[in-house]
């Protein structure tokens, strides 16, 4: 069992920056793939990125690649979105997710959720 809270959602001008935080709880964090996944109201949740278990693979939606970076911290049990030159349809929530089967940018593939961290855009 894998529990995930999101943090760092807030307000921000486009152009502006966040970054978002995933700290999970549990003994075997270093074997989840992780992933951010975001939901915009009267839309389905999209894929935004992934990382591997070891941190050594990262896929990307096209929409955010340039822009976004996931990186993990297996000590710290965190994983994190850094999010530069946002948009204001980069407006959702943003959720993280944990999953022990390899990268996946669905969402069937992963098996844990947090809770969600909104973040805005104004333009």
């Known amino acids: 069992q894998v529990q995930l809270v999101e943090s760092g959602g807030g307000l921000v001008q486009a152009g502006g920056s966040l970054r978002l935080s995933c700290a999970a709880s549990?003994?075997?964090?270093?074997?989840?793939?992780l992933a951010w996944f975001r939901q915009a109201p009267a839309k389905e949740r999209e894929f935004v990125a992934t990382?591997?278990?070891?941190?050594?693979?990262?896929r990307y939606a096209d929409s955010v690649t340039g822009r976004f970076t996931i990186s993990r911290d297996n000590a710290k049990n965190t994983v994190y979105l850094q999010m530069s030159s946002l948009k204001p349809e980069d407006t959702a929530v943003y959720y993280c997710?944990?999953?022990?089967?390899?990268?996946?940018?669905?969402?069937?593939?992963?098996?844990?959720w947090g809770q969600g961290t909104q973040v805005t855009v104004s333009s």
């Open positions: 990382i591997s278990e070891n941190g050594g693979t990262t």
């Open positions: 549990g003994h075997t964090f270093s074997s989840y793939a």
């Open positions: 997710a944990a999953g022990r089967y390899g990268l996946h940018n669905r969402p069937v593939g992963y098996d844990y």
